[in-house]
């Protein structure tokens, strides 16, 4: 069992930056790769960014690309997305996933790819 535990969301204005971080509760030897998905009611869980165990290769929805970078530090079993030039539609509860049932050689971008999930941190964009 891996935990995750989201956080660093907030309420920032537009153009405003933030920096989520995702803990692991252990450290499994796995090769995890660990993405960042978004959702706001009504909508279906969206993916964000991406990246593999090494960070060999990261991925980006086409709507944060340019914007939002993630980045990870394994020895603190930890991940990032840092986010820039926010917009109010990036308003969304972000979550935090992982999966280390396969070896993921390019970084995963589908929800039914993750196996662990995390709780959610909330992040509002104000216009």
């Known amino acids: 069992q891996v935990h995750l535990v989201e956080s660093g969301g907030g309420l920032v204005q537009a153009g405003g930056s933030l920096r989520l971080s995702c803990a692991a509760s252990?450290?499994?030897?796995?090769?995890?790769?660990m993405g960042w998905f978004r959702q706001t009611p009504g909508k279906e869980r969206e993916f964000v960014a991406a990246?593999?165990?090494?960070?060999?290769?990261?991925n980006y929805a086409d709507s944060v690309q340019g914007r939002f970078t993630i980045s990870r530090d394994n020895a603190k079993n930890t991940v990032y997305l840092q986010m820039n030039s926010l917009k109010p539609e990036d308003t969304a509860v972000y979550y935090c996933?992982?999966?280390?049932?396969?070896?993921?050689?390019?970084?995963?971008?589908?929800?039914?790819?993750?196996?662990?999930w995390g709780q959610g941190t909330q992040v509002t964009v104000s216009s």
């Open positions: 996933a992982a999966d280390g049932r396969f070896l993921w050689t390019v970084a995963p971008t589908q929800t039914r790819d993750y196996q662990y």
């Open positions: 990246i593999t165990w090494n960070g060999r290769s990261t």
């Open positions: 252990r450290r499994t030897g796995s090769p995890y790769a």
